[in-house]
C-alpha cells in the first residue's frame, strides 16, 4: 500500500479546467468554428499552465487548424487527391491516408487508413479490411480515432490515427464520401 501512496503521490494532477476545456474543444470539433478555436486558445494560454502539461490539448488545436483549412480547401476546389501508389487503392481516387491501427481489433493491427471515392480500406496485420461508401451510413472522430458506423449497424470501425489532426481530416472527408454515396463498387475484401 505505501508503494501505491508513493506513486500516486508522484504522479501530478490535472488543473480542474482542462476537462471543462476539452468539453469545449469537443464542441468546437464539431463546428469547426474558426473563431471559437481562437477562443479555446486564448482560454488555454489564460490558463498559464507549462508547455508539457497542455501538450495534448495544443495538439488538438492544431488538429483544428488543420480541420478548418481542409473545410475552406473542399468548399473551394473539392477534396483533396492523395498520389498513392498503393495496390489496394487500384483505380479509385485516393482523398486521404495515414497511419493508423484498429485498437479494437484482436491484435490490435497497424497499418495504413485510406478513404477513397468509393470505400474506406484499412491494411495492416494479417489482412485488408474495405467497405464500401454505400455501406457506411455514420464517420465521426473520438479523440485520435474515426468510426465509421455500417448502415446495417452490424459493425463499426474505430481507426485510431496518431494525431488529432489527422482523425479530424478523415472524419471530414469522410463524411463527406457518405454524403456523396458513389455507386455500389469495391466490394469488401
Not at 89 to 116: I, K, N, W, Y
Amino acid at each position: 500500500m505505501r508503494l501505491w501512496n508513493w506513486l500516486r503521490r508522484g504522479s501530478p494532477r490535472e488543473d480542474s479546467r482542462l476537462p471543462e476545456w476539452r468539453r469545449q474543444w469537443a464542441a468546437v470539433a464539431v463546428t469547426l468554428d474558426a473563431g471559437a478555436t481562437e477562443k479555446l486558445r486564448r482560454l488555454l494560454d489564460g490558463f498559464n499552465l507549462p508547455d508539457d502539461d497542455v501538450e495534448i490539448e495544443r495538439e488538438m488545436l492544431d488538429g483544428l487548424d488543420d480541420a478548418t483549412a481542409l473545410t475552406a480547401e473542399i468548399a473551394r476546389s473539392g477534396l483533396p487527391i492523395v498520389e498513392t501508389g498503393h495496390r489496394v487503392v487500384a483505380h479509385d481516387r485516393c482523398h486521404f491516408m495515414a497511419a493508423s491501427s484498429m485498437p479494437d481489433e484482436p491484435g490490435q493491427p497497424t497499418g495504413r487508413l485510406l478513404l477513397t471515392n468509393a470505400r474506406a480500406i484499412f491494411v495492416g496485420g494479417p489482412s485488408a479490411v474495405s467497405s464500401p461508401w454505400h455501406m457506411i451510413g455514420q464517420a465521426s472522430q473520438s479523440d485520435r480515432s474515426l468510426v465509421l458506423v455500417r448502415t446495417t449497424r452490424d459493425r463499426v470501425y474505430r481507426f485510431q490515427c496518431n494525431s488529432f489532426g489527422d482523425a479530424l481530416r478523415a472524419a471530414l472527408i469522410a463524411r463527406e464520401l457518405i454524403r456523396r454515396k458513389p455507386a455500389a463498387r469495391g466490394a469488401r475484401l
